[in-house]
């Protein structure tokens, strides 16, 4: 193991606060990994959650893992080092289980690079007795895990802050006072089967149609034909908000906490509405209890939600972080649920951009998404933002949604100078207006939507339409930020992708991330997963999951959003 990288690794733990370092004697050794680097993983609510949860179960030892920074690899590699924990810099392949905590489907690619790079098999099927059990949970384990179904020996389907525990014990009852080489993977197996949320991906045998389309879904072995989402019925029992603060984190300045789960917003596009549903918001009194622990090691809160200003007692919420003293950070606001109230408390707590998402740039269009935002609930926005004097506006909008003309986009610039008018007035402490920023994303259809049958739109249309934005703002104090259009071919693929997706993974794992190599090599079609509009009546790679959404449901809110569906060829 290379010195440099373990001089490295006590660096950042001796800059952390809150860090759980405990003895591995007679413990269940547990590599919680977040596939992406350490600036991104730290910065994940989740991932933090689950590790404080993991380690307050006194026979367990958890540590966290995560992927090399590009930096690094020609260290990693000139000094064969693997990757190991921040904790006691182990190596991965030394733990009893590998739970990977995947949130962004693009990090598929990368849970297998750090297998490779251990020196763990790949598959399932090919792992041997003295072999981590690798299992996979986070957004994309509920959403659609069908890609990593043969590298995965197990999936938790839903919320892990109660199904952890069940885990270990399970762990316990297969292989308590069993040698290492005398285990059966098996026996493990047959303990996890009757806790609801686990999903066995090899107790599953997929069948297709001649077209490519899945023609079934058959359970082994006693599975359940359908896998049910673990949710948890009382978000009160579980505090939610981040324990370890670290200066190179992308969020490392604040304390983050989330207010509650799920949206009763319904918008057409998004994957969090749905899957996180019932919605389910942490009391006023609970938030309290937790804001007093933080406010002794922290002065900056970052609340965390999928619509934090429509937690129903907002207000109050505002008031005891300010009697705590605390700055406070939202990551984005809806324009028809801010009040004026609640933008000037933002700007007392130290608040320096206001973020919304319009989403686009006709309220024809948003009202076809659902996001019946109105031209004139974002100019009132405006007007609070510069009485309150908040300095930055942070729009985010999408190209290529479901039924968008030419005349959507156009739209976008056209809002955004409109907007950019009324933050052009003095603020309410004379100050001028600092930045309006514009955030596009191109729309891919996401599981469990109304839009999930939708295509993606043709990578050269999407750039297109990204060039006519930036080329009509380019006169105006307005920045443009965008992804690259080919990074979501590669998430619409992936989003919708069945177990075929594997043998794309695999070799862009094989050639250390470098996807698009890898997308040239693969024998599989992109177009078929990413661009092909699906029929209503089509088996989804999905469709063997129940997370709390309706099918039916979402057929009507696909055909009142005025779309036309496609015939089956089946």
């Known amino acids: ?76 590699r000139r000094t064969d080092t693997l990757p190991f924990s921040l904790e006691s810099q182990r190596p991965l392949a030394e733990f009893d289980l590998v739970g990977f905590s995947v949130t962004y489907e693009g990090d598929f690619i990368n849970v297998l690079r750090l ?24 957004v994309c384990a509920f959403s659609n895990p069908e890609p990593m179904a043969p590298f995965m020996d197990f999936i938790v389907v839903g919320e ?100 509650g789960k799920g949206c009763g917003r319904g918008c057409r596009f998004c994957l969090e509405g749905e899957i996180y549903r019932p919605v389910r918001h942490r009391s006023l009194e609970s938030l309290r209890e937790t804001i007093e622990k933080l406010s002794k090691s922290s002065k900056r809160v970052g609340l965390v939600g999928a619509c934090v200003s429509d937690y129903p007692w907002i207000s109050g919420l505002m008031k005891i972080l300010e009697e705590h003293g605390m700055e406070i950070s939202i990551s984005s606001l809806r324009a028809d649920s801010l009040t ?40 009132e926005a405006c007007r609070w933002i510069r009485a309150a004097s908040i300095p930055n506006l942070k729009c985010y909008f999408m190209i290529g949604l479901p039924s968008e003309s030419d005349e959507d986009i156009e739209a976008i610039p056209g809002l955004a100078l409109r907007l950019l008018d009324r933050l052009n007035v003095k603020g309410g402490d004379g100050q001028p207006f600092g930045r309006l920023t514009l955030s596009i994303s191109s729309f891919v259809p996401k599981p ?72 040239r090599e693969w024998d599989g079609d992109p177009a078929f997963y990413a661009y092909r509009q699906r029929p209503l009546d089509e088996t989804l790679p999905w469709d063997h999951f129940e997370v709390g959404v309706k099918k039916s449901g979402l057929i009507r809110e696909y055909e009142r959003a005025g779309l036309v569906p496609v015939e089956s060829t089946v």
């Open 1 to 76: 193991m290379s010195w440099n990288l373990k001089e490295k690794a006590r660096a950042i733990l001796a800059e952390e606060e809150g860090a759980i370092r405990k003895d591995w004697g007679g413990k269940v050794a547990i590599a919680l990994v977040y596939p992406n680097t350490y600036a991104v993983g730290m910065s994940n609510l989740g991932f933090q959650t689950i590790y404080w949860h993991l380690n307050q179960l006194p026979d367990v030892v958890c540590e966290r893992v995560f992927l090399p920074d590009p930096a690094d690899l020609p260290e990693y």
């Open 115 to 138: 297998l490779r790079m251990a020196g763990i098999p790949l598959e399932s099927r090919q792992r041997r007795p003295s072999d981590p059990v690798v299992l996979m949970g986070g």
């Open 160 to 259: 892990g802050e109660e199904i952890v525990t069940e885990i270990v014990a399970a762990y316990r009852q297969a292989f308590e006072g069993v040698p290492l080489q005398s285990r059966r993977r098996d026996a493990f197996f047959d303990a996890l089967r009757p806790i609801p949320g686990i999903y066995l991906p090899h107790d599953y045998e997929v069948k297709y149609h001649a077209d490519g389309t899945i023609r079934s879904v058959t359970p082994t072995n006693g599975a359940p034909p359908i896998v049910v989402k673990r949710r948890l019925k009382d978000v009160n029992a579980f505090e939610t908000l981040s324990l370890v603060k670290s200066p190179r984190a992308e969020y490392g300045h604040l304390a983050l906490l989330e207010v």
């Open 340 to 379: 004026e109230e609640l933008v000037f408390g933002l700007a007392r707590g130290g608040h320096r951009t206001l973020t919304i998402a319009p989403e686009a740039g006709t309220e024809r269009l948003r009202q076809v998404i659902r996001k019946s935002i109105t031209d004139e609930q974002l100019y």
């Open 448 to 519: 469990w939507t109304p839009f999930q049958w939708c295509s993606f739109e043709e990578v050269t249309r999407l750039a297109e339409k990204l060039t006519r934005i930036k080329a009509a703002v380019r006169r105006y104090p307005i920045r443009v930020l965008h992804e690259n259009p080919r990074e979501a071919l590669l998430q619409a693929m992936l989003a919708r992708g069945d177990r075929r997706v594997a043998e794309f993974l695999q070799l862009a794992a094989e050639r250390d991330g470098e996807w698009r190599q890898a997308l």
